[in-house]
C-alpha cells in the first residue's frame, strides 16, 4: 500500500496534466492566462513552494547517522538524546536515520539551516512517540494548537530601511521609498502595515471588518517578503504583484531580510504516536508531528503520520513545500486528529502537493492568521475540509483535489471573536468529489469557485464567483498553469 501511494505521488508531482475532453477555460484566466491582470479577483498563486516555486528540492548529502552518536532504533531504547547530539553536531547536510524503530520521549529541535533529516523511507525508519507532550511537559492544552516531536525554529532578521511615501494599488509591482540608498537589485525584503481597523476591512475586499480580537493578536495585518528587480531613484519594482493595497495610513515600511533558518528538510520516514484515543476538541494533549515556525526555503517530503493530534504546522514560515505526506489512522477511531496540514500566522506562499489524507481530522486543510499565498494541491482524502481558521487568511488557492465526501468541505472552525472565517479571495480550482452534493458556498469576500460540480454558475464582481465547469475546466490545476506562465515569462 505505502509503495503503490509513494509512486502515485510521484506521477501526481511530476506530471503535467492535459486538459480533459470538454474542458472549458475560465473567464477570471482563460487557457494560457490571456484573460487574467495582477489586479484582478484572480491571485497570482505562482509563487507557491520551495524558493518560490522555483527549484526542485535538492538531494542533499550525506554528512552523518544518528547511529554514530548512540541511537538504537531498537524500538526499546530512549534515543532522544542519541538525536539531540546528532544534530548539535551536524551542522550541514543529511543526517541519515538507517532502517529501525527509534523511539523518542522528549522534542528534537532544529535551530541551525542546511540540516536534513532522512529516513531509509516510510515504514523503515519509524519515530515512535509513545506519550504526548503534555505528559512529557507537564502543561495540559498548550499543545493542542503547536508544538512537535521534531521542530524547526527560525525568524526573520533585519533592520528598517524606509517608509513607503505614496500609495501602491493592489496588483501593482512598483514601491516609492522615501529612500532607496541601502538597497539593490537582487535584495528581499519585508513589506510591513500596521493593524489599522481600514486595512482589516481591506483584507476582507470592503465588505467586513477584521474583528477586534484580529487587530489585538497580529500586530501587523501585512508581513510579506518580496525581492527587488530594479531601482530607478526612490522607486523600486519588485518580483511579484502586490497582494494588497499600500497606503501611507498604514504606516507601510521595507525592512531589510534576512531568515536565521533556511534549507531544512524532514524526509522518507513515519511518525507512530502510541494510538490512544484522541481527546476531545480543544483538549488534544500534544501527539504532534513536524512544527515549523519560521522556517524559508524547506520541506517536508515523503513522510508518513499516524495517530497523530497534529501533522505538519507551517507557522510563520516562508517559500516551504510539504510533498507526499499520507496521514493515516491504525488505532484511532472517528475524527483521529486535530490539524492535518496547517499554514498558520502569516505563512506566506508554501506549497502542499501530493498528499494522502486516509483518516478525518477535526480540520483536515487550515489556513488560519493572515496565512497568504499558500497552495494546496494534487491531494486526495476521504471527507477533506477546507478550514479557514478566522484572524484573516486571505488568497489562497486548493486545485486539483479529491475531496472524497464532500459533507464536511466548508466545515471551519477558529474562535467567533477572531472574525470571519476567511479575507479575501480565497479560490478553489477544480476539485471534485464523490456521490452526495457538496454544501452550499459561503459567502466569503470575493471567493472564487471554479470547476467544482454541483453549483450554479454566479458571478458577482464583488461577491461570490462560481463557474462549475461541469465538463472540467482548463486549465486543471491553476498554481501549475501560473508557475508555468510565470517562468516563461521569466525567460
Excluded at 508531482?13 to 477570471?28: C, H, K, T
Aim: glycine share 12%; charged share 25%.
Amino acid at each position: 500500500m505505502i509503495r503503490k501511494f509513494m509512486r502515485a505521488v510521484a506521477v501526481l508531482v511530476a506530471v503535467n496534466f492535459l486538459p480533459v475532453e470538454g474542458a472549458v477555460p475560465s473567464a477570471l484566466w482563460g487557457n494560457h492566462g490571456e484573460s487574467w491582470t495582477p489586479e484582478s479577483r484572480l491571485p497570482d498563486f505562482s509563487f507557491a513552494g520551495y524558493h518560490c516555486g522555483g527549484k526542485a528540492i535538492p538531494e542533499i548529502p550525506i554528512a552523518g547517522r544518528v547511529t554514530d552518536f548512540g541511537a538504537k532504533g531498537d524500538g526499546v531504547t530512549d534515543d532522544t538524546e542519541a538525536f539531540r547530539k546528532a544534530v548539535s553536531h551536524t551542522k550541514k547536510g543529511t543526517l541519515l536515520i538507517p532502517a529501525g524503530r527509534y523511539v523518542l520521549r522528549d522534542t528534537i529541535r532544529i535551530t541551525q539551516g542546511g540540516l536534513v533529516l532522512r529516513g531509509a523511507g516510510i515504514g523503515k525508519t519509524v519515530l515512535v512517540m509513545p506519550q504526548s507532550l503534555s505528559q512529557i511537559k507537564g502543561k495540559s492544552g498548550r499543545y493542542m494548537f503547536g508544538g512537535g516531536f521534531i521542530e524547526v525554529v527560525g525568524g526573520d532578521s533585519g533592520k528598517s530601511l524606509s517608509e513607503v511615501t505614496q500609495e501602491a494599488r493592489r496588483g501593482a509591482r512598483t514601491l516609492v521609498l522615501r529612500t532607496a540608498k541601502d538597497l539593490k537589485p537582487g535584495d528581499w525584503i519585508r513589506l510591513v502595515m500596521n493593524n489599522s481597523p481600514s486595512l482589516g476591512r481591506h483584507l476582507h475586499a470592503g465588505q467586513a471588518d477584521a474583528a477586534k480580537r484580529t487587530l489585538k493578536e497580529m500586530r501587523n495585518l501585512c508581513d510579506r517578503v518580496i525581492q527587488v528587480t530594479s531601482i530607478r531613484g526612490n522607486q523600486i519594482t519588485v518580483d511579484r504583484p502586490l497582494r494588497l493595497d499600500v497606503r501611507p495610513e498604514w504606516e507601510p515600511r521595507v525592512w531589510s531580510w534576512k531568515p536565521t533558518v533556511q534549507e531544512v528538510g524532514i524526509e522518507s520516514l513515519s511518525f507512530e504516536f502510541a494510538g490512544v484515543p484522541k481527546k476531545p476538541h480543544l483538549q488534544e494533549e500534544g501527539f504532534n508531528a513536524i512544527d515549523y515556525r519560521g522556517a524559508v526555503n524547506s520541506w517536508v517530503r515523503n513522510v508518513e503520520i499516524i495517530d497523530a493530534d497534529n501533522g505538519v504546522i507551517l507557522g510563520r514560515s516562508r517559500f516551504c513545500t510539504v510533498e507526499g505526506v499520507l496521514v493515516r489512522a491504525a488505532k484511532r477511531k472517528g475524527l483521529t486528529g486535530h490539524h492535518a496540514l496547517w499554514a498558520v500566522a502569516m505563512s506566506q506562499d508554501c506549497l502542499f502537493t501530493g498528499f494522502k489524507l486516509e483518516t478525518t481530522y477535526e480540520h483536515d486543510l487550515t489556513v488560519e492568521g493572515g496565512a497568504n499565498g499558500n497552495v494546496f494541491e494534487k491531494g486526495s482524502g476521504v471527507a477533506i475540509n477546507l478550514d479557514h481558521h478566522s484572524n484573516a487568511p486571505y488568497e489562497n488557492l486548493f486545485t486539483e483535489l479529491e475531496i472524497g465526501a464532500p459533507g464536511r468541505l466548508w466545515n471551519c472552525g477558529g474562535h467567533p471573536e477572531r472574525g470571519p472565517h476567511s479575507a479575501a479571495r480565497t479560490t478553489l480550482w477544480n476539485l471534485n468529489f464523490k456521490g452526495e452534493s457538496a454544501p452550499g458556498v459561503p459567502d466569503w469576500p470575493q471567493i472564487n469557485v471554479i470547476g467544482v460540480k454541483g453549483y450554479k454558475p454566479k458571478i458577482s464582481e464583488t461577491g461570490v464567483w462560481i463557474e462549475p465547469c461541469n465538463g472540467g475546466v482548463s486549465p486543471p490545476n491553476l498554481y501549475r498553469a501560473q508557475n508555468a506562465v510565470r517562468k516563461k515569462t521569466i525567460k
